[in-house]
């Protein structure tokens, strides 16, 4: 899985040049391409169930007019993936997603959020932990500046899913190299980097065969005094080769937890397919629990709103807690000071509250000075009723 792959890297393993090259954006939409090894050479769409694409110039039109289906012609962008399956005797098996590069500037049909919008579809896919991230960088670019390692940085920030790509080594300026990425030494990661080659636009437009592309890559490694002690460690074949080895012991090191939410998953489908499974639906017991589980969560819903923690926000006035809260806290002391009361009146009926709370157990309440919770509480509601202060609060909640 990868914040963005250059076409090249896709197209040299299997030795067809099928996938669209251009300048700008070009990958408009995520790309899930499967790899599988297979002694015939084919490939399928998954909206085009049934048809086999074994003409490549073919998949590459595809491509192109699924993409604009959803985009349209002029630069913009969706997150709706594009599934293709590519078999071929020349590939190992393997799943790659191709995503758009991170762009600042919106062009043609592009929203202005652009930049926002391309941020969450990469996050979509890398941000799984059982996913392994091919962060792709021009070697002539700064690698602190890298939009693809610092993004990765955010879902991966110990470097342990993250596989370092260096491009275009072979247009860097005389006198210079990336030796001290490749060697892991600058900005260091678990997965190390691997630099690769591709082709060059001139060489597309002059139709480069890719099994040429691929010796010229070669010997550009062989050559350099830079890379050719690594040079068993670089190119398109041995990225290949690294990913499928290291997405396998990926996988492995995170089956046994993705077993376990699995199996849990299942436990619970199983249960609650057992519940339907004598399934009746004038039982009277089945419907007293559904009205019980009904007013359960009418409860839990009104209590959330109250205490203000529901998912649900009005951002256009107060409502629920908030606005009791108010009203309590501003409203209600001025209500509260308008009410007339005999004093004398006040205190009998407190003396009659405080002995009717008690009881039988009136010897004591003589020398009782302090009224009850309940007395207080029956007082209070008495008042605040007798005095119509509690007519103009209601209408507000």
Do not use: W
Request: charged letters at 25%; one cysteine or more; glycine letters at 6%.
């Amino acid at each position: 899985m990868c914040p963005k792959i250059n076409f090249g890297l896709f197209q040299h393993p299997y030795r067809k040049d099928f996938l669209p090259r251009g300048s700008g954006i070009v990958t408009r939409r995520p790309l899930i391409l499967q790899l599988v090894n297979s002694k015939a050479e084919y490939a399928e769409f998954l909206h085009c169930k049934g048809r086999k694409f074994v003409d490549f110039d073919e998949v590459r039109l595809e491509i192109e007019a699924e993409t604009e289906r959803i985009t349209g012609s002029n630069k913009g962008i969706s997150p709706v993936p594009i599934n293709l399956r590519v078999y071929s005797p020349n590939v190992l098996n393997l799943t790659l997603i191709d995503l758009p590069g991170m762009t600042n500037v919106a062009v043609g049909d592009q929203p202005t959020d652009i930049e926002f919008q391309i941020r969450n579809m990469l996050l979509q896919f890398i941000f799984r932990e059982t996913c392994l991230i091919l962060a792709v960088t021009p070697a002539k670019s700064n690698l602190t500046n890298s939009d693809a390692l610092k993004i990765s940085k955010e879902v991966d920030p110990q470097g342990l899913r993250t596989i370092g790509v260096m491009t275009k080594l072979d247009l860097m300026d005389e006198g210079t190299d990336a030796r001290d990425i490749l060697e892991n030494k600058l900005l260091p990661l678990r997965r190390g980097y691997i630099g690769v080659v591709n082709r060059s636009q001139k060489d597309i437009d002059g139709r480069k065969d890719i099994r040429a592309a691929l010796d010229a890559e070669r010997k550009f490694f062989l050559s350099h005094p830079a890379y050719r002690h690594i040079a068993e460690r670089m190119g398109t074949p041995y990225l290949q080769k690294t990913l499928n080895q290291q997405l396998t012991n990926h996988i492995r090191d995170t089956l046994p937890a993705l077993r376990s939410k699995l199996q849990s998953q299942l436990l619970s489908l199983e249960k609650e397919v057992d519940e339907y499974k004598n399934f009746k639906p004038d039982d009277p017991a089945r419907k007293t629990k559904a009205l019980l589980q009904m007013v359960q969560q009418f409860g839990v819903d009104f209590e959330k709103r109250i205490e203000g923690s529901s998912n649900q926000v009005d951002t256009l006035e107060l409502s629920g807690g908030a606005r009791i809260n108010r009203i309590f806290h501003e409203r209600f002391p001025f209500e509260l000071v308008k009410v007339e009361f005999d004093e004398k009146e006040l205190r009998r009926e407190i003396s009659y509250a405080i002995k009717n709370i008690h009881g039988v157990r009136q010897e004591h309440t003589d020398t009782c000075t302090l009224v009850s919770g309940a007395s207080f509480t029956q007082l209070l509601i008495s008042y605040i009723t007798r005095a119509g202060s509690f007519s103009p609060l209601s209408s507000q909640l």
